[in-house]
């Protein structure tokens, strides 16, 4: 039989299963490929529960919005408000309403108001963008951890190719198999992590402009 034929004979007998990759894996490479699924783990739990977050917010505030509108006064509004509401809305224009009737003076009050409720909207901001910054370290370091556990893997190899003195693609396939499944790993943990958090910024930053218009629109009637 040629060394092609017999190559190719024991690369048909050779398990390239995901569990026997990470079983034959040495250490480091090992420890590559289970920080790459705890990312992504952590990165699909964050992405569905932030989904979850903004359609809810963008529901309510467009209910409140219309509740706004239809009331017959701001004042009417502001008393069907609660203030442990967790509306982001509702929160600013509390912050808003309640600056307006501290301040009995007519003098400089928009521009008070206006500061109040941009703080306010700032910290509601603050709050749902929060953990964003994960995705964006997944989507950006995943893939060079990938590659480093490639990169190691190769160079494992290498030395038992050197070892053994056989270059068979037999010998030199499953090392090579196990090392780029790390780099399969990582795209797999960053692609998702930077999709999701260009999409999360994008709905963070129509939020805020949504509130920022309620803000303007306010300030116009006090």
């Not at 026997?20 to 490479?29: E, G, I, K, P, S």
């Not at 709050?127 to 590659?147: C, D, I, M, Q, R």
């Not at 490639?150 to 196990?178: D, H, Y």
């Not at 999709?195 to 999360?200: E, S």
């Amino acid at each position: 039989m040629d060394p092609v034929t017999t190559a190719a004979t024991s690369l048909g007998t050779t398990d390239f299963s995901i569990v026997t990759l990470f079983m034959r894996a040495d250490l480091v490479v090992k420890l590559v490929m289970i920080s790459l699924v705890l990312a992504s783990i952590f990165s699909w739990a964050l992405i569905i529960d932030k989904i979850k977050i903004f359609k809810k917010i963008f529901k309510e505030t467009d209910i409140a919005e219309d509740q706004f509108w239809s009331s017959k006064s701001a004042g009417d509004f502001y008393k069907k408000t609660s203030s442990s509401s967790d509306n982001p809305l509702v929160v600013v224009f509390r912050a808003g309403m309640e600056c307006v009737q501290d301040h009995k003076s007519k003098g400089q009050i928009v521009e008070r108001t206006k500061r109040v409720m941009d703080v306010a909207i700032d910290k509601q901001i603050d709050k749902y963008e929060k953990n964003l910054t994960f995705l964006a370290t997944v989507g950006s370091v995943a893939p060079f951890v990938g590659l480093f556990g490639t990169v190691w893997g190769i160079m494992n190899s290498f030395q038992s190719i050197a070892i053994s003195r056989n270059t068979s693609l037999a010998i030199v396939a499953p090392g090579i198999a196990e090392a780029l499944f790390a780099t399969a790993l990582g795209l797999l943990a960053a692609i998702p992590a930077v999709v999701a958090y260009n999409k999360f910024s994008s709905d963070s930053r129509r939020y805020t402009q949504k509130l920022e218009n309620f803000t303007q629109s306010f300030l116009t009637i006090i």
